[in-house]
Every structure is written in C-alpha cells, then in structure tokens.
C-alpha cells in the first residue's frame, strides 16, 4: 500500500502536507520543498509486561524501592517498554523508508499515535511531512523531526541541524509499603506520599537517561525536549495489598552544530545539552 500511495504521487503531481501555512513558508526560506506526506505504522501484541506478582519482592520491609524497567532487560516491566521501543521504531523507519523513496532528506512536523486496539494490539503510527532541501549538501539517510517548519527554520538559522527523533521510556514498580499505606490513610490528613513521590521521580530520571543515551548515540550536540508524558495507575496484588506502577515518556529531537561559536536564537525551545549529563 505504500509503494501504491509513492507511485500514485508521483504520477498525479500532488504533495501532500501536513504544514501550516507559516509552517511551510518557513520551509521554503530555509531552503526546502515539500515532497509528501509519509507515514509508518505497525500493530504489535503486547501480552506479556514482565511483571509477575508483589513488589515487595525487589524490596522487602517497611521500605520498598521503586524498581525501573531501565535496569536491567528482566527488572520490573523491562519487557513491556522493549515491546513498546520496538513499536515506535518500526513505524518511526517505515516512516523513513517512504521518506527515502520520495527522494527527500527529511521529515518534519513528525507526530507519533500509539492506539489500543483490544486489550493486547496496539497500533503505533508515525505521520510527518517529507521535504527536500534545495541546497548541494545532502544527509546521507533522511533525518526526522517533531518540529515544525518554522521552528526548523529557527534551528537552523542558528546554527543547529536536526540530526533525529529520540525518546526515552521508563515503567516503574513500587510496592505500597508500611509507610506508603499509613501515609495514604484517609487520617493522615494533608500529607505528602513519599512513596509516589519516589517512584515518579525514579521513572522520570530513568526515562530521563534513555532519552540522553538514544540521542548521542544519534550523533547530537544536544537535544530539545518537545513533550513529557507521565501516569501513574494501582495494581491490585490481593485483598488489602496494593502495588503502584509509573510510566513516562520523553520525546524531542537530536541536533547538531554546524557553525560553532555562533550564538543559538531558540529562545522558545528548550535545549538538553547531551555533554553535559554524560
């Protein structure tokens, strides 16, 4: 189907966009033409999450750690994020395969939908529009980008070139223990829950560290983040005992330097120095 929709574009002439009118202005003084519409998408069954039983087993007493999926490949839900990882960047290099096929160095505007299709399927999908520079240079694999046309313009007028999408993802468990319990008692009163205090910020570090680590291994200078995500949800072990389970989700896009030296205008994005947290 998507060698029918790259053939039936080329034939008809028609670029489809999913810019704004600012958007793709911005484009074309940067020095790029609109190519087409792209999109990858896969349906992964995602049974299984790694978890089997109590928390308290990775932390007994009245204390319990949160236990995060980036610690090893068996810790907590690790199973569930590499199912997950393994969905996006399948749709995310469909994406790019279109991209390449279409003759374009890049793909803008790039908007990821993960969609549950029944208690086990999930659809994962990347949409984004291609586009083709006008200028010698060419990259040798199109690169890809959540931003829009005009912040690609901004980028790269400030001496930044968008290298590639990261993210990084982190699931987190932590058995509601003696303290958490006592702490979430209708009678505490107006207290703070220690207990999901800590395993929030254990799954945003986590997550934190995998975004760092996809997007240097990306080639970037830095990286901007563009949207965290994060839920949290009980999951009922027996009658009376309650573990807690987190999730978050970063995404942004790798960039490197072109012109050192030159001072960033990118007052409104923000900016992860990748050196920095190595």
């Not at 998507?2 to 008809?12: E, Q």
């Not at 790694?50 to 932390?59: I, L, M, N, P, V």
């Not at 999908?125 to 005009?150: C, D, H, I, K, Y």
């Not at 799954?203 to 965290?228: H, N």
Request: hydrophobic share 40%.
């Amino acid at each position: 189907m998507a060698r029918a929709r790259i053939d039936r574009a080329a034939a008809d002439g028609v670029r489809t966009s999913l810019l704004s009118a600012g958007g793709a202005a911005g484009l074309e003084v940067a020095g790029f033409d609109v190519v087409g519409e792209v999109l990858g998408t896969t349906v992964m069954q995602i049974g299984w999450s790694g978890y089997g039983g109590c928390g308290a087993s990775f932390g007994l007493g009245s204390f319990a750690p949160a236990v995060v999926s980036g610690s090893s490949r068996w810790s907590g839900y690790a199973p569930y994020v590499q199912a997950v990882r393994q969905g996006r960047d399948t749709a995310l290099n469909r994406l790019l395969q279109e991209a390449a096929a279409l003759g374009a160095d890049g793909v803008v505007g790039v908007r990821f939908t993960d969609e549950r299709m029944d208690a086990t399927k999930r659809e994962f999908m990347a949409l984004g529009t291609a586009v083709r520079s006008r200028g010698r240079q060419r990259p040798t694999s199109p690169f890809t980008t959540e931003l829009g046309g005009q912040d690609v313009a901004k980028l790269l007028a400030a001496g930044w070139v968008p290298v590639g999408m990261a993210y990084g993802i982190s699931v987190a468990v932590r058995h509601d223990d003696w303290r958490t319990q006592r702490q979430n008692s209708v009678w505490a009163g107006n207290v703070e829950i220690t207990g999901y205090t800590e395993l929030l910020n254990h799954t945003r570090a986590d997550a934190r560290r995998d975004f760092t680590v996809r997007a240097g291994r990306l080639g970037a200078d830095a990286a901007l983040l563009s949207g965290i995500w994060t839920r949290m949800w009980p999951v009922e072990i027996g009658e009376n005992h309650t573990d807690h389970v987190a999730e978050c989700v970063l995404t942004g896009t790798a960039v490197a330097s072109f012109r050192p030296g030159t001072p960033a205008t990118t007052s409104s994005l923000t900016i992860l120095p990748l050196r920095r947290m190595r």
